[in-house]
């Protein structure tokens, strides 16, 4: 079972920017496709961005395109978010998360994903 360590989140102002960022136990990121995913207290967890193993495929949520970019380096074990132009909408707690079985349109759920770090608060203010 691979274990998934984020860092990074906290508090930004609207317009302002945040990174955060996530290793896998073992080094072991390049065996996984990646997701972010955040919750608003009340809400359901919502699908961010994903990135494919080799970092060749993204995939981004309607409401985070243009603004956000997921990249990885699995020479480094790491998968980060970069989080720009942030309004207070974008508040929730984020969760990087890991698949095995493939990365599609049709495979950007929370239930695909069976794999989660522990989450990091992300605050924007107005």
């Known amino acids: 079972q691979v274990q998934l360590v984020q860092s990074g989140g906290g508090l930004v102002q609207a317009g302002g920017s945040l990174g955060l960022s996530c290793a896998a136990s073992?080094?072991?990121?390049?065996?996984?496709?990646m997701g972010w995913f955040r919750q608003a207290p009340g809400e359901e967890r919502a699908f961010v961005a994903a990135?494919?193993?080799?970092?060749?495929?993204?995939y981004y949520a309607d409401f985070v395109a243009g603004r956000f970019t997921i990249s990885r380096d699995n020479s480094e074990n790491t998968l980060y978010l970069q989080m720009n132009s942030l309004n207070p909408e974008d508040t929730a707690v984020y969760y990087c998360?890991?698949?095995?079985?493939?990365?599609?349109?049709?495979?950007?759920?929370?239930?695909?994903?069976?794999?989660w770090g522990q989450g990091t608060q992300v605050t924007v203010s107005s």
């Open positions: 998360a890991a698949n095995t079985w493939g990365l599609t349109t049709a495979t950007l759920k929370s239930q695909d994903f069976p794999y």
């Open positions: 073992g080094g072991t990121l390049n065996l996984y496709h």
């Open positions: 990135i494919s193993r080799s970092g060749t495929t993204t």
